[in-house]
């Protein structure tokens, strides 16, 4: 048998370097095992009724499911949640193809040779003669790969399709301004998109000030696709930020609702800002004392009491993530009517 390091035969390397690295992680390869074994026991003809059912298409929707409750445990950053529901990912992905192999479509062999084969091909950087310095010039050269197949294929012509259908508009308008940028249609740096996001924000304003609900839906939409691309040249992840601010939203209506009971509904606005100052602060202080014990653990910080979104409908963003402590709560929920007349300008 001929050296596959001899041949440059990069596929082969992968592989074998593959096997050499699962051969040191024998926990790891013992539970797949033991989770195919499950899996396929599922699918038997005296295994469950309702894994037995189950087909490809109807089990596109639970792949969904599944995808999601992984974000919003990234979200969360519950360590423990997110292993869980990956697990759910990864046993409905190998359910599907136990499926597939069952209808004589495909086995989990080919879904398996399938992206090993890809991720050779589209990493030449890595197992090839390309050189990448960098994230960046890794993905150019992931790119300029995919580009080189879909030529040699007569594949689509446009540097903006591909981007699934199926997908939410958040990750689609994420996807597409990714691909508009490779393309070279791009700002230089994050500046260009915060401006451009003011702009559209101040023609929302306009849009709003007139009553037109079509110029409303039209500038509205520009302002969340210019959000997505401020998020995306600042190096975030618009979904995962977004997420975050809901599950901040969550935890502080808790409080209201913990606190005021059924005066909720009645409350005044100005003890309903209070309370929420006041939940804003303790997540900042429980923050403080989580990366006093672990200093390495800061990632998604409240980055200020007055982050965040607030009780009230208010007429657009309030005090900036720098606000101070008596700061009322900014543009994802606005501040109460009576509060919002006191706030800045719009800020992005």
């Not at 038997?44 to 999601?68: F, I, V, Y």
């Not at 702009?199 to 509205?220: R, W, Y």
């Not at 009230?312 to 309030?318: A, E, I, K, Q």
């Amino acid at each position: 048998m001929s050296n596959p390091w001899e041949r440059q035969d990069h596929a082969a390397m992968a592989r074998q370097l593959g096997a050499v690295r699962v051969a040191a992680e024998p926990e790891a390869r013992a539970r797949l095992a033991e989770l195919l074994g499950v899996v396929f026991r599922l699918r038997d003809e005296n295994g469950c009724p309702w894994d037995r059912k189950q087909t490809l298409d109807s089990m596109a929707r639970h792949l969904m499911e599944e995808a999601a409750e992984t974000l919003e445990a990234i979200a969360e950053q519950d360590a423990a949640h997110v292993a869980e529901e990956l697990g759910d990912v990864l046993m409905n992905v190998l359910l599907m193809a136990r499926i597939g192999q069952d209808q004589g479509r495909f086995s989990l062999s080919d879904v398996a040779a399938g992206i090993a084969t890809k991720l050779v091909r589209r990493h030449p950087h890595v197992f090839g003669d390309v050189s990448a310095e960098d994230a960046d010039a890794a993905l150019a050269s992931w790119d300029a790969s995919k580009r080189a197949e879909r030529a040699q294929q007569g594949g689509r012509s446009s540097a903006l399709e591909g981007v699934p259908s199926g997908l939410p508009a958040l990750a689609a308008s994420d996807a597409l301004g990714r691909k508009a940028a490779a393309a070279g249609f791009d700002w230089p740096d994050a500046t260009g998109a915060l401006d451009k996001l003011r702009e559209e924000v101040d023609e929302l304003h306009e849009a709003v000030a007139d009553g037109d609900a079509a110029a409303m839906q039209h500038e509205l939409g520009d302002v969340l696709f210019s959000a997505v691309n401020v998020a995306r040249k600042t190096g975030l992840d618009p979904e995962l930020a977004l997420g975050r601010c809901m599950q901040r939203f969550r935890r502080r209506f808790a409080h209201l609702e913990q606190t005021l009971g059924e005066r909720l509904k009645h409350a005044p606005l100005d003890e309903m800002e209070r309370l929420w100052r006041q939940a804003a602060r303790a997540e900042v202080a429980s923050a403080a004392a989580s990366e006093a014990r672990d200093p390495a653990c800061d990632e998604g910080t409240p980055r200020g009491p007055g982050s965040g979104p607030g009780p009230g409908p208010g007429p657009g963003p309030g005090p900036g993530p720098d606000a101070g402590p008596d700061a009322g709560p900014d543009p994802a929920g606005g501040s109460p009517p009576q509060a919002a007349q006191q706030t800045d300008p719009p800020t992005t």
